[in-house]
Protein backbone atom coordinates (compact mmCIF):
# COMPACT_ATOMS: atom_id res chain seq x y z
CA UNK A 1 0.00 0.00 0.00
CA UNK A 2 1.71 3.42 -1.13
CA UNK A 3 1.80 5.63 1.84
CA UNK A 4 2.79 9.36 1.78
CA UNK A 5 4.12 12.00 4.60
CA UNK A 6 3.98 15.84 3.89
CA UNK A 7 5.44 18.31 6.11
CA UNK A 8 5.11 22.02 6.79
CA UNK A 9 8.33 23.86 7.20
CA UNK A 10 11.80 24.26 5.71
CA UNK A 11 12.74 20.89 3.68
CA UNK A 12 16.29 21.52 4.33
CA UNK A 13 16.49 19.52 7.60
CA UNK A 14 13.77 16.55 6.05
CA UNK A 15 16.02 16.09 3.21
CA UNK A 16 19.46 15.97 5.50
CA UNK A 17 17.93 12.82 7.73
CA UNK A 18 16.72 10.68 4.60
CA UNK A 19 19.06 7.90 3.39
CA UNK A 20 20.63 8.41 -0.04
CA UNK A 21 19.38 5.52 -1.57
CA UNK A 22 16.10 4.23 -2.58
CA UNK A 23 15.13 7.84 -2.48
CA UNK A 24 14.00 9.62 -5.53
CA UNK A 25 14.09 14.04 -5.31
CA UNK A 26 11.50 15.27 -8.53
CA UNK A 27 11.13 18.52 -7.54
CA UNK A 28 10.75 22.26 -8.88
CA UNK A 29 12.49 24.94 -6.36
CA UNK A 30 12.50 28.40 -6.33
CA UNK A 31 15.19 29.56 -9.27
CA UNK A 32 16.13 32.40 -8.15
CA UNK A 33 15.10 34.35 -10.38
CA UNK A 34 12.45 36.67 -8.87
CA UNK A 35 9.87 35.65 -10.97
CA UNK A 36 7.10 38.11 -11.30
CA UNK A 37 3.98 36.25 -9.75
CA UNK A 38 1.66 39.83 -10.05
CA UNK A 39 0.18 37.88 -13.66
CA UNK A 40 -3.07 40.39 -13.36
CA UNK A 41 -1.12 43.34 -12.35
CA UNK A 42 1.03 42.52 -15.35
CA UNK A 43 -2.07 42.72 -17.64
CA UNK A 44 -1.70 38.99 -18.47
CA UNK A 45 -4.97 38.72 -17.71
CA UNK A 46 -6.42 40.30 -20.74
CA UNK A 47 -7.59 36.92 -22.86
CA UNK A 48 -7.38 34.24 -19.45
CA UNK A 49 -8.17 35.17 -16.09
CA UNK A 50 -4.94 35.61 -14.18
CA UNK A 51 -4.54 35.98 -10.50
CA UNK A 52 -1.75 38.06 -8.33
CA UNK A 53 0.37 35.93 -6.59
CA UNK A 54 2.72 36.66 -3.53
CA UNK A 55 6.62 35.79 -4.58
CA UNK A 56 8.01 32.13 -4.42
CA UNK A 57 9.71 32.23 -1.20
CA UNK A 58 13.50 31.41 -1.92
CA UNK A 59 13.36 33.45 -5.23
CA UNK A 60 15.15 36.35 -4.55
CA UNK A 61 18.61 34.82 -3.77
CA UNK A 62 20.45 32.72 -6.14
CA UNK A 63 19.69 28.66 -5.49
CA UNK A 64 22.07 26.36 -4.39
CA UNK A 65 20.88 22.76 -4.96
CA UNK A 66 23.49 20.93 -3.06
CA UNK A 67 21.22 19.78 -0.29
CA UNK A 68 19.45 17.25 -2.93
CA UNK A 69 22.30 16.01 -4.55
CA UNK A 70 23.83 12.76 -3.79
CA UNK A 71 20.59 10.77 -3.98
CA UNK A 72 19.68 8.03 -6.02
CA UNK A 73 17.78 9.94 -8.64
CA UNK A 74 17.73 13.76 -8.90
CA UNK A 75 15.61 15.44 -11.08
CA UNK A 76 15.44 19.46 -10.62
CA UNK A 77 13.25 21.64 -12.89
CA UNK A 78 14.68 25.30 -13.45
CA UNK A 79 18.05 23.84 -13.10
CA UNK A 80 19.68 25.73 -16.32
CA UNK A 81 18.85 29.17 -13.92
CA UNK A 82 21.74 26.80 -11.38
CA UNK A 83 23.89 24.52 -14.10
CA UNK A 84 26.92 25.99 -12.89
CA UNK A 85 26.48 24.44 -9.38
CA UNK A 86 25.27 20.90 -10.87
CA UNK A 87 27.63 17.89 -12.20
CA UNK A 88 27.75 17.36 -15.70
CA UNK A 89 25.01 15.38 -17.32
CA UNK A 90 23.95 14.50 -20.53
CA UNK A 91 20.22 13.44 -19.26
CA UNK A 92 18.67 16.72 -19.41
CA UNK A 93 14.96 16.97 -19.79
CA UNK A 94 12.87 19.43 -21.35
CA UNK A 95 9.43 20.61 -21.24
CA UNK A 96 7.85 22.17 -24.53
CA UNK A 97 5.59 23.83 -22.84
CA UNK A 98 4.53 25.47 -26.48
CA UNK A 99 4.30 22.97 -29.04
CA UNK A 100 4.01 24.67 -32.03
CA UNK A 101 2.61 27.62 -30.49
CA UNK A 102 3.62 31.30 -31.29
CA UNK A 103 6.51 32.23 -28.71
CA UNK A 104 5.19 34.78 -26.04
CA UNK A 105 7.64 36.77 -23.55
CA UNK A 106 7.87 33.70 -21.66
CA UNK A 107 9.72 30.59 -22.06
CA UNK A 108 9.44 27.98 -24.37
CA UNK A 109 10.28 25.52 -22.41
CA UNK A 110 11.50 24.23 -19.15
CA UNK A 111 14.32 22.47 -18.54
CA UNK A 112 15.58 19.44 -15.74
CA UNK A 113 19.15 18.49 -14.50
CA UNK A 114 18.66 15.27 -13.63
CA UNK A 115 21.63 12.59 -12.52
CA UNK A 116 21.40 9.88 -14.97
CA UNK A 117 23.74 9.97 -18.11
CA UNK A 118 21.67 9.43 -20.53
CA UNK A 119 19.73 10.63 -23.69
CA UNK A 120 18.36 13.73 -22.86
CA UNK A 121 14.61 13.40 -23.32
CA UNK A 122 11.36 15.74 -24.95
CA UNK A 123 7.99 15.89 -22.97
CA UNK A 124 5.52 18.32 -25.20
CA UNK A 125 2.48 19.45 -23.18
CA UNK A 126 0.99 22.73 -23.99
CA UNK A 127 0.61 24.54 -20.73
CA UNK A 128 0.34 28.30 -21.30
CA UNK A 129 -2.71 30.55 -19.88
CA UNK A 130 -6.05 28.85 -20.96
CA UNK A 131 -4.43 26.97 -23.34
CA UNK A 132 -3.38 23.59 -21.64
CA UNK A 133 -3.53 19.68 -22.41
CA UNK A 134 -4.63 19.28 -18.97
CA UNK A 135 -6.59 20.37 -16.04
CA UNK A 136 -8.26 22.15 -18.66
CA UNK A 137 -10.73 23.15 -16.27
CA UNK A 138 -8.75 23.87 -12.75
CA UNK A 139 -7.62 26.83 -11.93
CA UNK A 140 -4.21 27.94 -11.23
CA UNK A 141 -3.27 26.87 -7.41
CA UNK A 142 0.43 28.47 -7.49
CA UNK A 143 2.35 30.65 -9.21
CA UNK A 144 4.78 28.50 -10.73
CA UNK A 145 2.36 25.39 -11.29
CA UNK A 146 3.00 22.58 -13.30
CA UNK A 147 0.95 19.81 -14.76
CA UNK A 148 0.52 16.69 -12.95
CA UNK A 149 1.16 14.55 -16.31
CA UNK A 150 4.74 16.42 -16.75
CA UNK A 151 5.49 14.39 -13.51
CA UNK A 152 3.70 11.29 -14.50
CA UNK A 153 6.09 11.16 -17.78
CA UNK A 154 9.26 12.02 -15.77
CA UNK A 155 8.77 9.13 -12.93
CA UNK A 156 7.82 6.83 -15.96
CA UNK A 157 10.70 7.71 -18.15
CA UNK A 158 13.18 6.99 -15.74
CA UNK A 159 11.95 3.72 -14.80
CA UNK A 160 12.28 4.16 -10.95
CA UNK A 161 11.02 1.06 -8.91
CA UNK A 162 8.05 0.93 -7.08
CA UNK A 163 10.28 0.77 -4.16
CA UNK A 164 12.31 3.73 -4.44
CA UNK A 165 10.13 6.84 -2.03
CA UNK A 166 9.68 9.88 -4.57
CA UNK A 167 10.34 13.16 -2.61
CA UNK A 168 9.54 16.20 -3.56
CA UNK A 169 11.33 19.12 -1.10
CA UNK A 170 9.11 22.20 -2.51
CA UNK A 171 5.74 20.83 -3.59
CA UNK A 172 3.90 24.06 -4.43
CA UNK A 173 0.58 23.02 -5.28
CA UNK A 174 1.49 19.56 -5.31
CA UNK A 175 1.78 18.32 -8.45
CA UNK A 176 4.59 15.59 -8.25
CA UNK A 177 2.85 14.11 -5.22
CA UNK A 178 -0.36 13.82 -6.82
CA UNK A 179 1.44 12.09 -9.79
CA UNK A 180 3.41 9.85 -7.34
CA UNK A 181 0.29 8.76 -5.64
CA UNK A 182 -1.71 7.89 -8.94
CA UNK A 183 1.16 5.64 -9.96
CA UNK A 184 1.45 4.51 -6.94
CA UNK A 185 4.46 5.14 -4.95
CA UNK A 186 5.77 6.10 -1.57
CA UNK A 187 5.50 10.43 -1.20
CA UNK A 188 7.33 12.44 1.12
CA UNK A 189 6.88 16.30 0.67
CA UNK A 190 7.37 19.49 1.75
CA UNK A 191 6.17 23.32 1.59
CA UNK A 192 7.17 26.33 3.45
CA UNK A 193 4.17 28.56 2.66
CA UNK A 194 1.03 27.18 4.54
CA UNK A 195 -1.64 28.28 1.91
CA UNK A 196 0.48 26.02 -0.53
CA UNK A 197 0.93 23.37 2.06
CA UNK A 198 -2.44 23.21 2.23
CA UNK A 199 -3.49 22.96 -1.23
CA UNK A 200 -0.81 20.45 -1.75
CA UNK A 201 -2.49 18.86 1.35
CA UNK A 202 -5.75 18.26 -0.31
CA UNK A 203 -4.83 17.59 -4.11
CA UNK A 204 -2.28 14.51 -2.84
CA UNK A 205 -4.76 13.31 -0.36
CA UNK A 206 -7.09 13.21 -3.04
CA UNK A 207 -4.83 11.03 -5.50
CA UNK A 208 -3.84 8.98 -3.10
CA UNK A 209 -7.94 8.32 -1.51
CA UNK A 210 -8.77 7.92 -5.50
CA UNK A 211 -6.24 4.81 -5.90
CA UNK A 212 -7.56 2.98 -2.52
CA UNK A 213 -4.35 3.42 -0.72
CA UNK A 214 -5.60 6.13 2.41
CA UNK A 215 -5.13 4.53 5.64
CA UNK A 216 -6.78 7.04 7.78
CA UNK A 217 -6.73 5.03 10.58
CA UNK A 218 -3.24 4.38 11.11
CA UNK A 219 -1.60 4.58 14.08
CA UNK A 220 1.07 7.05 14.93
CA UNK A 221 0.30 9.38 11.93
CA UNK A 222 1.35 12.73 12.83
CA UNK A 223 2.49 14.05 9.96
CA UNK A 224 1.49 17.38 9.48
CA UNK A 225 4.90 19.33 11.20
CA UNK A 226 4.80 22.97 11.47
CA UNK A 227 7.45 25.23 10.73
CA UNK A 228 10.13 25.20 13.18
CA UNK A 229 9.71 21.93 14.84
CA UNK A 230 12.56 19.00 14.09
CA UNK A 231 10.56 16.05 12.65
CA UNK A 232 11.34 12.73 13.45
CA UNK A 233 12.60 11.74 9.73
CA UNK A 234 10.15 9.33 8.20
CA UNK A 235 11.44 5.37 7.61
CA UNK A 236 9.55 3.97 4.95
CA UNK A 237 7.82 1.61 7.24
CA UNK A 238 5.60 4.34 8.85
CA UNK A 239 4.99 6.44 6.57
CA UNK A 240 1.47 6.96 6.49
CA UNK A 241 -1.81 8.53 5.67
CA UNK A 242 -2.87 11.44 7.01
CA UNK A 243 -6.16 13.72 7.13
CA UNK A 244 -5.62 16.74 4.60
CA UNK A 245 -5.82 19.97 6.30
CA UNK A 246 -8.72 22.06 4.83
CA UNK A 247 -7.59 23.80 1.82
CA UNK A 248 -9.00 26.77 0.49
CA UNK A 249 -8.03 26.16 -3.19
CA UNK A 250 -9.62 29.78 -4.40
CA UNK A 251 -6.49 31.53 -6.19
CA UNK A 252 -4.48 33.35 -3.41
CA UNK A 253 -4.61 36.84 -3.45
CA UNK A 254 -1.72 38.52 -3.83
CA UNK A 255 0.23 39.60 -0.43
C1 LIG B 1 8.71 26.60 -7.96
S1 LIG B 1 7.62 26.34 -6.65
C2 LIG B 1 7.03 24.69 -6.90
C3 LIG B 1 5.82 24.63 -7.80
C4 LIG B 1 5.29 23.22 -7.99
N1 LIG B 1 6.16 22.46 -8.86
C5 LIG B 1 3.87 23.18 -8.53
O1 LIG B 1 3.62 22.51 -9.56
O2 LIG B 1 3.01 23.84 -7.96
C6 LIG B 1 8.68 26.17 -5.26
C7 LIG B 1 7.96 26.06 -3.93
O3 LIG B 1 8.94 25.83 -2.91
C8 LIG B 1 8.50 26.44 -1.70
N2 LIG B 1 9.70 26.61 -0.84
C9 LIG B 1 10.65 27.57 -0.92
N3 LIG B 1 11.63 27.35 -0.01
C10 LIG B 1 11.28 26.21 0.66
C11 LIG B 1 11.91 25.44 1.70
N4 LIG B 1 13.10 25.80 2.25
N5 LIG B 1 11.29 24.31 2.14
C12 LIG B 1 10.10 23.93 1.60
N6 LIG B 1 9.47 24.63 0.62
C13 LIG B 1 10.05 25.73 0.14
C14 LIG B 1 7.86 27.72 -2.16
O4 LIG B 1 6.93 28.22 -1.21
C15 LIG B 1 7.19 27.28 -3.49
O5 LIG B 1 5.85 26.94 -3.26
Redesign the pocket.
Known sequence: MAKFRLVHG???PVLAGLPRQRVAIIS???YGINLQTDYKANKRGKLAQSNDFAP???DDKPFDPSHMLGFETVVLFGANNFASKLPDTTGWIVWDKRDGMTSNDQSDCEIAWTNRNRAARLFRHRWNGMIKDSEKTQRRL?P???PVALFRWVITLLEIPSDVLIVD?????G??GVAAGELGYDFLG????EQ?FKVASKRVTAAFAQQGMFNQSAPNNRLHWTVGESPDLPSFSTLEGFTAPEADTTPPASQ
Open positions: DCVDPPIVGHAQKPYMGSACCEIVY
